[in-house]
């Protein structure tokens, strides 16, 4: 039995979909399963709750080999330790109570790093790695740069103006990864009952592209010029805290974009198991130019 977490989120439905094919028997934890669409919920075991729930986790944990860990996002959260370290606490209790023998979590790349430590979102995600570490339970975590499927928030801004907004540096160049990479190999993980230990396990995506080199590629796919314009922090403050974002989280955002502008995303040497298949352009053609038409 493998437990997915977040099976209606980016990653997770994917990583969900991958286990399906397969033929692997699946239990999710879900808030609101009727956000599965109808031919999963016949086909998985469902324990309704948050994964951040210490009775939910319990249940779904049970006669589980292995466990897709992801933290849904907590924008309105009064800490970045409330956000990462006390949801993942119930898991790390049922981790053990439970007897999972492997976990594959999310989290980022950037262990190393100079930067790291005042990192905001990133330092926080290494924060929960340690902790699930340190129940002892076979551990792999995915670390990945900032990923591709984030300029889907931006579809408005390319729409209107041609135009994406980031408080990143226009000519520095850093690997981005795919969602649909990232859950290939969490699928292969999951599904692999032969790895022990704890490790990070990097997913890079192909190439490493500064913010106009994206636009680039973007105005090539899309037919008509698009062009990158680096915000200053203020202006990416106020947008963040008029969306409702908590100011603990969005000095978090903050932390963690001035960290990628200073090398945080640079510091996992690529490799090539490290460096997965689909690239930016691909990206593009087959996900983002569709989004925009709709």
């Known amino acids: 039995m493998i437990v997915v977490t977040t099976p209606t989120g980016t990653i997770g439905h994917q990583v969900l979909q991958r286990l399906l094919d397969r033929g692997a028997p699946v239990r999710v934890i879900a808030r609101d399963p ?3 669409p109808a031919q999963t919920r016949e086909r998985v075991e469902i324990v309704q709750g948050s994964h951040g729930d210490i009775d939910v986790v319990t249940k779904a944990f049970a006669d589980a080999k292995a466990v897709f860990w992801l933290l849904p996002p907590n924008h309105r959260a009064a800490s970045l330790e409330a956000a990462f370290l006390d949801f993942t606490r119930p898991a790390c209790e049922a981790f053990t109570s439970q007897g999972v023998e492997r976990v594959v979590g999310v989290s980022a790349v950037g262990r190393g790093s100079a930067v790291v430590g005042h ?13 699930i570490a340190s129940t002892g339970v076979n551990y792999r975590a995915l670390t990945m740069p900032s ?16 135009m994406f907004f980031w408080p990143l540096s226009p000519d520095h160049k850093r690997p981005t990864c795919a969602t649909r990479d990232i859950a290939a190999v ?14 990070s396990v990097p997913v890079l995506g192909p190439e490493d592209l500064s913010a106009n080199d994206m636009a680039q590629i973007m105005s ?12 200053p922090n203020t202006a990416f403050e106020a947008r963040l805290l008029e969306s409702g974002m908590s100011e603990a989280f969005t000095q978090g ?15 996992e040497p690529r490799t090539p198991q490290s460096t997965t298949p689909t690239s930016f352009r691909q990206w593009c053609e087959e996900v983002l130019a569709p989004a925009i038409q709709n």
């Open 34 to 36: 009727a956000r599965l």
């Open 119 to 131: 990192a905001g979102l990133v330092t926080a995600s290494l924060a929960m790695d340690d902790l």
């Open 147 to 162: 990923f591709m499927d984030n300029m889907l928030g931006q579809i408005e801004a390319i729409k209107s103006q041609s």
């Open 186 to 199: 969490a699928a292969e993980l999951l599904l692999d009952d032969s790895w022990t230990g704890q490790d």
């Open 220 to 231: 090539e796919v899309l037919g008509r010029p698009i062009r990158f314009q680096q915000i």
């Open 253 to 267: 955002m903050l932390d963690m974009s001035d960290a990628k502008n200073h090398g945080l995303d640079n510091a």
